[in-house]
């Protein structure tokens, strides 16, 4: 799974992952702080954000969030947040009814090369390990699918896999899909998930929380000044790159 944004909670939205993360030497001065905690919390979703029916987690938000990581023993584990963050929220929520869940998150960072190292940790975890477990936990068929076309970002990485094994060692069967994306030095994850036969309403629902976070990060006041848009001769930023491989599992993103 992606060591950035969600295996989007269990049935009831519930998030046990390593969430609390300490923050790193203050960077820049409090007033960019402070406007970028303001950022941040504009772009995360809201229940209503992702439709009728969805109400907030049991833990529905977190700020500062710790960042995922996936071991070399393949566990999935969370950690601080790196230097050079400078402000980061998630939130999650569920819908009663089906089951869903989903979770959006939004991290901003000092530049873009910190932003970048951060989505390649994210790649690498998936690379490395198609199954992964945290405590009675199991996850298996972790791998990337094509990027949903969004447009808007330098780079997108999508992932998506199953439980089998819940918190509780029963067994289970939900799929998940994380899609992580970096404009700059900001990185915004949705993930979704729910039943196995729901797995197009999960990409559906992962999707659209990804394009309504970047359209609130484009038009949301202060965003321009906090990161600045600048074309590239790549063409960056009309849509995402191709696909390069995966992403590690997020702080709640999954499940």
Same mark, same amino acid.
């Given at each position: 799974?992606?060591?950035?944004?969600?295996?989007?909670?269990?049935?009831?939205?519930?998030?046990?992952?390593?969430?609390?993360?300490?923050?790193?030497?203050?960077?820049?001065?409090?007033?960019?702080?402070?406007?970028?905690?303001?950022?941040?919390?504009?772009?995360?979703?809201?229940?209503?954000?992702?439709?009728?029916? &969805?109400?907030?987690?049991?833990?529905?938000?977190?700020?500062?969030?710790?960042?995922?990581?996936?071991?070399?023993?393949?566990?999935?584990?969370?950690?601080?947040?790196?230097?050079?963050?400078?402000?980061?929220?998630?939130?999650?929520?569920?819908?009663?009814?089906?089951?869903?869940?989903?979770?959006?998150?939004?991290?901003? &960072?000092?530049?873009?090369?910190?932003?970048?190292?951060?989505?390649?940790?994210?790649?690498?975890?998936?690379?490395?390990?198609?199954?992964?477990?945290?405590?009675?936990?199991?996850?298996?068929?972790?791998?990337?699918?094509?990027?949903?076309?969004?447009?808007? &970002?330098?780079?997108?990485?999508?992932?998506?896999?199953?439980?089998?094994?819940?918190?509780?060692?029963?067994?289970?069967?939900?799929?998940?899909?994380?899609?992580?994306?970096?404009?700059?030095?900001?990185?915004?994850?949705?993930?979704?998930?729910?039943?196995?036969?729901?797995?197009?309403?999960?990409?559906?629902?992962?999707?659209?929380?990804?394009?309504?976070?970047?359209?609130?990060?484009?038009?949301?006041?202060?965003?321009?000044?906090?990161?600045?848009?600048?074309?590239?001769?790549?063409?960056?930023?009309?849509?995402?790159?191709?696909?390069?491989?995966?992403?590690?599992?997020?702080?709640?993103?999954?499940?």
């Amino acid at each position: 799974m992606s060591a950035a944004l969600m295996r989007a909670g269990g049935p009831d939205g519930s998030d046990t992952a390593g969430s609390i993360a300490r923050s790193p030497s203050p960077t820049g001065s409090a007033a960019d702080r402070a406007a970028a905690r303001r950022l941040a919390s504009r772009v995360a979703l809201t229940p209503a954000d992702w439709g009728p029916g &969805f109400i907030r987690s049991t833990r529905y938000e977190t700020a500062p969030v710790a960042e995922s990581v996936v071991l070399l023993t393949c566990e999935w584990s969370s950690r601080a947040v790196r230097a050079g963050t400078v402000a980061s929220v998630s939130r999650s929520v569920y819908e009663v009814a089906s089951g869903l869940s989903a979770t959006s998150e939004v991290r901003l &960072f000092d530049d873009e090369d910190t932003a970048q190292a951060y989505v390649t940790d994210v790649r690498d975890g998936i690379r490395r390990c198609p199954q992964q477990h945290r405590d009675s936990e199991r996850w298996v068929g972790v791998h990337t699918t094509p990027s949903p076309q969004v447009p808007g &970002f330098d780079e997108i990485v999508a992932e998506e896999g199953r439980q089998v094994v819940a918190e509780d060692g029963t067994r289970t069967d939900r799929v998940y899909v994380l899609l992580t994306a970096r404009a700059d030095a900001t990185v915004l994850t949705a993930s979704a998930g729910g039943q196995t036969d729901a797995l197009r309403k999960v990409r559906e629902q992962a999707a659209d929380g990804l394009r309504k976070m970047r359209k609130r990060l484009a038009q949301g006041p202060g965003a321009s000044a906090m990161h600045p848009a600048r074309p590239s001769s790549s063409g960056r930023g009309q849509g995402p790159l191709p696909e390069e491989g995966g992403i590690n599992p997020g702080a709640s993103r999954r499940r």
